[in-house]
């Protein structure tokens, strides 16, 4: 009988969080990734904010990777191309699922094991 699941075994989690300028909200999902899911590595991507060496030192500061575009795309384009570096990121960090949070998301609770039974 076939399985009904796409993994034949528990898939290496990464995580990417989208934003333009949001300090407050990526240290608040920062913080709450320490606390819950420290062990899934993490891509902050920035599009081309003013504010992005401040994430740059932040995301630094907890461990996590950052990356920004070389120029403003806007929302709807800034959004879709956090999807693309997180999608390069996790090939090269050889991440098998990646889960895009939005940067108001703050999770409360350890979410992933859920997720991975």
């Not at 300028?21 to 993490?42: M, T, Y």
């Not at 994430?55 to 795309?73: I, K, M």
């Not at 050889?94 to 949070?101: N, P, R, S, V, Y």
């Amino acid at each position: 009988m076939r399985s009904a699941f796409i993994y034949s075994k528990r898939p290496r989690l990464g995580i990417v969080i989208g934003t333009y300028a949001a300090v407050p909200h990526i240290h608040l999902q920062l913080e709450s990734w320490r606390r819950f899911c420290s062990d899934i590595p993490v891509l902050i991507h920035d599009d081309f904010s003013p504010q992005r060496e401040r994430l740059a030192v932040l995301a630094n500061h907890y461990g996590a990777d950052f990356s920004t575009n070389q120029e403003r795309r806007g929302h709807p384009l800034g959004d879709l191309q956090a999807f693309v570096s997180g999608m390069e990121w996790a090939e090269s960090a050889g991440i098998e699922l990646l889960i895009k949070f939005s940067r108001r998301w703050i999770p409360l609770t350890a979410w992933h094991h859920e997720l991975l039974d």
